[in-house]
DNA sequence: CGGTATCCTTACGGATACTG
DNA sequence: CAGTATCCGTAAGGATACCG
């Protein structure tokens, strides 16, 4: 299927952002940056993630190099997250990624209701 | 789930990524700023993308105001698609991040490589 | 607290066939 | 050519229960 796109780089690009480009990825690396460092249960209420979904996207982002873990080993245990230099290069365009989606989400929705309204008068 | 997070704007991020941050429409919002016009045939085998895919991810995309359609009613038909202002916008933080997944694959996949190795050997 | 393991349901997405 | 409709396999992802 892509393995003979026209478009040179399209599966190449694609392939990075299915990586580090989905869901909760993104929101993880927002947060992330936003608090700077946060444990496991404070990302999982923050987000309104699954246990389950954290706990894999933060593998993942660990191990794509974006996200280091700390783990201290008290009782209770602790571990915490935090970005690393390459996790914080990719927030840079991701945010502005992030400001464009909230700046133009009214607009977004303008569009839609546009196309609903139109579509709808049959 | 998502009703109570405590990431002020994530979810509203979250939104609009889930409506246009999606695979294919990346994809298709990448390659259409690059031709600047395209048919619906043209777009299908630079992709690789199924037909029904692409119909959906066309159709989504108008109707977010990202893309405008134009029909020409002959024989046989044909359909121009191609980026609208708002769309055209939505390719700059785009692009940024298309680069940036370039120019970082290698950081990625060795900081996978190094992950692996450490966890191969255990 | 910070996970892993299991189950189960949904929705993404390809292949195919058909229409205008 | 440019779709729509249908079928179907896979995989994403939530809920739950349990472990260190």
Chains 1, 2 share one sequence.
């Not at 993942?60 to 996200?67: A, K, Q």
Request: glycine share 8%; aromatic share 6%; with cysteine.
């Amino acid at each position: 299927m892509l393995d003979s796109p026209q478009c040179p780089d399209c599966h190449r690009i694609n392939d990075v952002l299915s990586r580090v480009g989905d869901r909760w990825s993104v929101l993880v690396v927002i947060s992330l940056s936003r608090y700077h460092i946060l444990r496991f249960n404070e990302l999982k209420r923050k987000l309104g993630i699954s246990q389950r979904m954290l706990s894999l996207t933060l593998k993942g982002l660990e191990r794509d190099g974006l996200v280091s873990r700390t783990y201290h080993p008290t009782i209770p245990p602790k571990v915490e997250y935090t970005l690393t230099p390459l996790g914080l290069a990719f927030h840079e365009p991701l945010s502005a990624l992030g400001h464009w989606a909230l700046q133009n989400l009214d607009a977004i929705d303008a569009a839609r209701g546009g196309y609903d309204a139109a579509a709808g008068k049959r």
